[in-house]
């Protein structure tokens, strides 16, 4: 089942566990090798989060602020949630095919967590 993302917008839904409703986050959408590699770099906040395909690590070299990242398998299920501080460099994971980032504390409170299961819904194309 591969997933065929655009650069673009859209939205993360984070679905909660044990009855918790689920949490919709503005969405960014970088699937080109630009888009991928400027990523969060330059930048000094962030709305929402950022969706990396594919992409099974990160770094946080030239970066301004402390993001969470989560790494995603094909099925979008939650591998693995870390926290990163500037000027890291992030192991790859065997199984991630996508990595999500945003601010570091916001996936916590969006209850985003190992073993969790994600949802992106993009803008329909006009066509």
């Known amino acids: 089942m591969g997933r065929r993302w655009r650069d ?10 044990d009855g918790q409703p689920s949490v919709r986050v503005p969405l960014e959408v970088a699937t080109s090798y630009r888009a991928r590699t400027k990523g969060l770099l330059g930048r000094d ?28 398998d094909r099925g979008l299920r939650v591998l693995a949630v870390r926290t990163m501080r500037p000027g890291r460099l992030g192991m790859p994971r065997l199984r991630a095919r996508h990595v999500v980032e945003a601010m ?15 949802e992106v819904v993009v803008a329909a194309e006009d066509g």
């Open 104 to 118: 570091a504390g916001a996936m916590d409170e969006w209850g985003m967590r190992a073993g969790g299961r994600v």
């Open 45 to 72: 906040t962030l709305d929402g989060a950022i969706l990396l395909s594919p992409a099974n690590s990160v770094h946080t070299f030239r970066m301004r602020m402390p993001i969470d990242v989560a790494y995603l």
């Open 8 to 17: 673009g917008r859209g939205e993360l839904v984070v679905h909660g566990g």
